[in-house]
């Protein structure tokens, strides 16, 4: 008999060579489906060999043998869906207790054998009784027995889970199974923001991909299987129209799937830039298509997702039983919601008069309904819109007809879904062809995370959802937008805000001005509304910008007010930044920007309005010292040496609990044995870190501390620096823990602190711990090349130089400019950290000799930098 070493080497070299076959004709013809069967088929061969040498040759010779067990594919493996690194599903099935027994040993080996031959390997023991019971902690195993294929074993015991324990399974927990499906895939499109417009999207488990393909057909057996008690003809499950789209995805998504298995040589589905650029090269999945780069592509790929996932989502929504019992409450309330044109069933919305959709105004009132109650269209309300499209591309609403149902359905709470439904049925860009453009568009950059035109969408659901927030900073744009004259001008303004991206150029927004001026001509705007709208575009970056400036500082407030000029745009712009910055990504609004930006808001308003808030924005230096000493009567004197010589802005940024712990602290010095030369304070709040530093100033102070922290494996995002007349400094820096070092070892904080007090003292090599950590840190891959910039502004401040510079973020980045600047004799007086992506955005208010930097300062100092930065 052959040797199970033989046959493993034996094995070894087919599934090689094999594996080699299947990647050169699929480098050839691009064709996934093919691909796919040809690695089941090898990995089907290479199971059932190992199965006869070592389960059948375990017990007597039988060829569907041994009796009462049998191997079972499940899963991808069941469904014929090997791609070139999948995971490969398997049920050894049991009749009962006896034959499991009997064969756990031979299962070990058999299992250790395909582990050496570097198949991964997902196997499963049950009894044919326990594949008949749901367990409500495993759900997934009953999913993965609804594609399950007989490979080797008892046939007849195979026949028996099929045709008897499934079918009984699927009509007894038919409920239940839905129900589960229907959560667990909701959780997976929460994870990914609810849209299948990712720049960088997963074609396996994001929102239109191949796991959305699954659930479809998994939701329409089950149900199917619980009528029929049978199983169906898996031809009849969907509407042929349905199925066309998904049969056409399918082929394309399976391309892609193993495109990007074979390129990454292993299991990754991430469709990165770098995957697209080859994939648009290649055309994968695409050999018909018109494509010349990778946007192109990516439109494909959009077009195949988004419907995938709109037949998914249907399904979730038309069957009930997929609904939990507080989103099948919710329905039930929203079915009570109907008009004279519309009905809803289930929270779906039909026609009652489906030959009315003709008359346009009926159909821009069916998205009015929409965007007003939070409904779906139902699968023929869909399909009706679609009917009467054609004819009204021929003569589509404009003018005054068409602003008024669109300013009405942009205020709804809705909205975004109403336009999101617009969009995929190719509506809006009928009725606003300047937004055709940015359709399931992706522009590259390190920041943003979704396509263009999902982005404005997102930008507008953030604004209607700041009503229900229960977050203090949502809480006062939410009064902010309730103060608004003319909402439905800022969500237009929302709309096209990016169109020029449309275009690749320097600057888009020239190009979004342009397609702003054609659409409020469209909708025939009066020429004050268009003003409006063409200001908050053509301004839509420049109060994110005037945040990477010192907010407290007068000229800054002074220079951007005046830009504005008006105290409702002025609100209006500041709306739009939030939004505009929340629907970059879900992280990139934070609580420290979200403060900058209220600051910044309240200060222009301020000078606008010339009634200026002196005790909390502008800060009146005697009511401010009034009420401290009101608080602590007697640390007056304290309170005042400490005070004198700090910049006003120090009393706008701290409030009067953390103004007396910095007085108490900075009294403190030369008393406390430990820390006598320094004294320092670190605290969490909420989302980071914040370390409060209080010594006497020396040169490279800031430079020593920031590179302390970075040799940490901390990351600083934000820093403040203030120094009074004694010399005295008030250091904060913001960070947050990337190793997450304080959080699971609380004596960390202490050891840290003591780190931070020797590096003030001059008693630690700062350089050579930042080597240390960096020499320890794998350099991660970067996606985009940022180009150094540094700008110095003499005019922004009345007593500083401002430097800013924009560049590659790096671990060790702000500790080697700030020495940079203490190198050349600069006082560091405020600074401003900030990190988007791979971008630093570091902004130093700098002075010399208590005066601002000469010009030959500026150009030394501007050199310098750019050679240090230039440097690996």
């Known amino acids: 008999m052959t040797t199970v070493a033989t046959v493993r080497s034996e094995l070894s070299h087919l599934y090689v060579r094999e594996s080699a076959a299947i990647e050169q004709e699929f480098s050839l013809t691009g064709e996934g489906r093919t691909a796919v069967a040809r690695r089941t088929a090898l990995v089907d061969s290479i199971v059932q060999r190992l199965w006869n040498e070592i389960i059948v040759g375990a017990g007597p010779a039988d060829p569907d043998g041994p009796k009462n067990f049998a191997l079972v594919a499940t899963g991808g493996f069941g469904r014929g869906w090997l791609f070139p690194h999948s995971d490969i599903d398997l049920l050894f099935l049991h009749a009962g207790s006896s034959s499991e027994s009997e064969f756990k040993d031979p299962i070990r080996r058999f299992s250790q054998e395909l582990w050496d031959l570097r198949l991964k390997l997902s196997p499963a023991t049950r009894s044919l009784a326990e594949c008949e019971r749901l367990d409500p902690n495993n759900v997934e195993f009953a999913i993965s027995v609804l594609d399950c294929r007989y490979l080797a074993g008892d046939r007849e015991l195979f026949s028996r889970l099929h045709d008897k324990v499934v079918p009984r399974l699927v009509g007894r927990e038919c409920q239940n199974l839905i129900q589960n499906l229907g959560e667990i ?33 998994w939701l329409a057996l089950i149900s199917a299987m619980e009528k029929l008690k049978v199983w169906p003809d898996t031809n009849t499950l969907l509407p042929v129209s349905s199925r066309r789209a998904l049969d056409a995805a399918l082929d394309f998504q399976m391309s892609v799937r193993c495109f990007l298995h074979f390129r990454h040589g292993r299991h990754d589905n991430a469709l990165t830039w770098e995957a697209q650029d080859e994939a648009a090269a290649r055309k994968i999945g695409a050999s018909d298509a018109e494509i010349t780069n990778a946007a192109d592509w990516m439109r494909v790929y959009f077009g195949h997702v988004r419907g995938v996932h709109r037949v998914c989502t249907q399904l979730l929504e038309e069957i009930p039983a997929a609904w939990s019992s507080l989103y099948r409450q919710f329905q039930g309330w929203r079915s009570r ?77 809705h909205a975004a879904d109403a336009l999101r439904a617009m969009n995929a049925l190719r509506l809006l860009a009928l009725l606003l062809p300047e937004l055709k453009g940015i359709e399931a568009l992706v522009v590259r950059d390190f920041y943003h995370r979704y396509t263009v035109d999902e982005h404005s969408f997102l930008a507008i659901e953030n604004l209607h959802r700041l009503k229900e927030s229960k977050s203090e900073w949502d809480q006062r744009f939410a009064e902010l937008q309730s103060e608004l004259e ?148 007697v640390a007056g ?211 010399s000799g208590g005066a601002k930097l000469s010009a030959d300062r500026q150009a030394a100092l501007g050199q310098a930098l750019r050679d240090e930065l230039a440097a690996k």
Not at 517 to 530: F, G, M, N, Y
Not at 610 to 621: K, P, T
């Open 185 to 217: 895939t909701r959780a997976r499109h929460h994870k990914f923001g609810n849209t299948v417009f990712h720049l960088e999207p997963n074609v396996k488990d994001g929102p239109g991909g191949l796991r959305d393909y699954n659930v479809a057909n």
């Open 486 to 633: 003319q909402p439905e001008l800022l969500y237009l303004a929302l709309l096209l805000h990016d169109s020029g991206k449309a275009v690749p150029c320097e600057n888009h927004v020239e190009v979004s001005l342009q397609l702003t001026a054609s659409s409020t001509e469209r909708l025939d705007l009066d020429s004050v509304d268009r003003e409006t709208v063409r200001f908050l575009v053509a301004n839509h970056l420049e109060m994110s910008a005037a945040m990477r400036r010192d907010v407290f500082d007068p000229a800054n407030v002074k220079s951007f007010a005046e830009k504005v000029g008006a105290p409702e745009l002025l609100k209006m712009l500041c709306l739009l930044t939030y939004a505009d910055i929340k629907a970059v990504n879900p992280e990139a609004m934070t609580p420290w920007k979200a403060d900058n930006l209220w600051q910044l808001y309240i200060a222009c308003a301020n000078y606008l309005s010339r009634s200026a808030d002196e005790r909390v924005h502008i800060g009146n230096e005697g009511g401010d010292l009034a009420h401290l000493r009101s608080l602590a009567p």
């Open 337 to 413: 919601v109907a008009s004279d044109d519309f009905s809803v069933v289930d929270g779906l919305i039909f026609l009652q008069q489906p030959a009315g959709l003709r008359d346009p105004e009926m159909l821009l009132r069916l998205f009015h309904f929409m965007a007003e109650h939070g409904l779906k269209l139902s699968t023929t309300t869909e399909y009706k819109v679609e009917q009467v499209l054609p004819a009204l591309a021929a003569t589509p609403p404009r003018g005054a007809e068409l602003w008024l149902y669109l300013q009405e359905t942009l205020v709804q709470p």
């Open 637 to 847: 004197k304290k309170i005042n040496v400490f005070l004198e010589g700090l910049p006003q802005r120090y009393l706008r940024i701290h409030g009067a609990t953390d103004v007396l712990a910095h007085a108490e602290m900075a009294a403190r010095l030369g008393q406390d044995r430990v820390q006598s030369n320094v004294q320092l304070n670190l605290k969490q709040v909420r989302h980071w870190y914040e370390l409060t530093l209080i010594t006497t100033d020396r040169p490279f102070l800031f430079a020593s501390v920031s590179g302390a922290l970075a040799a940490w494996g901390m990351n600083i995002v934000k820093a403040n620096a203030f120094s009074n007349a004694a010399g005295m400094v008030v250091d904060t820096f913001y960070f947050t823990d990337r190793f997450r070092t304080l959080e699971m070892n609380l004596q960390e904080w202490e050891r840290l602190k003591k780190s931070i007090a020797a590096v003030v003292k001059g008693e630690a090599d700062v350089a050579g711990m930042l080597r240390d950590r960096l020499k320890s840190e794998k350099a991660d891959a970067t996606k985009v090349k940022i180009s150094t910039q540094i700008e110095f502004d003499d005019n922004c401040s009345a007593h500083s130089t401002l430097v800013q510079v924009l560049t590659q973020d790096r671990p060790g980045l702000l500790y080697r400019m700030c020495s940079l600047v203490s190198k050349h004799e600069c006082n560091i007086e405020i600074a401003l950290i900030e990190t988007e992506g791979q971008m630093a955005i570091d902004v130093l208010y700098l002075t």
